[in-house]
T-cell receptor, first 110, second 118 residues
Framework: AQRVTQPEKLLSVFKGAPVELKCNYSYSGSPELFWYVQYSRQRLQLLLRHISRESIKGFTADLNKGETSFHLKKPFAQEEDSAMYYCALSGSYNTDKLIFGTGTRLQVFP | GAVVSQHPSRVICKSGTSVKIECRSLDFQATTMFWYRQFPKQSLMLMATSNEGSKATYEQGVEKDKFLINHASLTLSTLTVTSAHPEDSSFYIC??????????????FGPGTRLTVL
């Protein structure tokens, strides 16, 4: 079955602390993995995807096929990182649907 | 980046009426549009996938006669909630992917439509 699991509903940290948002997936084949972010009162937007291997806003995520994980990390959290983060997977075709995890709310306290 | 709009942003209707929600890709041709439903503090649930000029593909458990989807052009898809009831109250979000996304399958999301059925 195709599934994305985000075990934490809420993650609270202080500014400057490291952050790791966990994501595990189940997929038969070679999926593409994404992290989407939704800031308060804003639309969902792509944060990063595993194939680009980019670091966006200080966030990185490495695809670990052995552990079927795609955890999102940032060494030093900022208050403006507070948002809802969704991990998602898709097949490799342009029209493939996204399967979302349940999301993790990140709260960064000053 | 690509922009996707939705109209209306918020709608309140009486039980039994039908409501149409529009999703537009403003600066690119959307070959595929997706419709999601999001309950409070929950994840996005895919309702259907819509390809331009063809019938939508609905996810299991989604009533296609209840949620009518039309994707008549490369920039517009509509979702019509027919004979709406209070349990249809939700946040409906569309996304689009297409030529602007290049070789990747990035979906660009609309701002969502809050439907409240009284």
């Amino acid at each position: 079955a195709q599934r994305v699991t985000q075990p934490e509903k809420l993650l609270s940290v202080f500014k400057g602390a490291p952050v790791e948002l966990k994501c595990n997936y189940s997929y038969s084949g070679s999926p593409e993995l994404f992290w989407y972010v939704q800031y308060s009162r804003q639309r969902l937007q792509l944060l990063l995807r595993h194939i680009s291997r980019e670091s966006i806003k200080g966030f990185t995520a490495d695809l670990n096929k052995g552990e079927t994980s795609f955890h999102l990390k940032k060494p030093f959290a900022q208050e403006e990182d507070s948002a809802m983060y969704y991990c998602a997977l898709s097949g490799s075709y342009n029209t493939d649907k996204l399967i979302f995890g349940t999301g993790t709310r990140l709260q960064v306290f000053p | 980046g690509a922009v996707v709009s939705q109209h209306p942003s918020r709608v309140i209707c009486k039980s039994g009426t039908s409501v149409k929600i529009e999703c537009r890709s403003l600066d690119f041709q959307a070959t595929t549009m997706f419709w999601y439903r999001q309950f409070p503090k929950q994840s996005l649930m895919l309702m259907a996938t819509s390809n331009e000029g063809s019938k939508a593909t609905y996810e299991q458990g989604v009533e296609k006669d209840k949620f009518l989807i039309n994707h008549a052009s490369l920039t517009l898809s509509t979702l019509t909630v027919t004979s709406a009831h209070p349990e249809d109250s939700s946040f409906y979000i569309c996304s689009a992917t297409g030529v602007l996304a290049g070789v990747t399958n990035e979906q660009f999301f609309g701002p969502g439509t809050r439907l409240t059925v009284l």
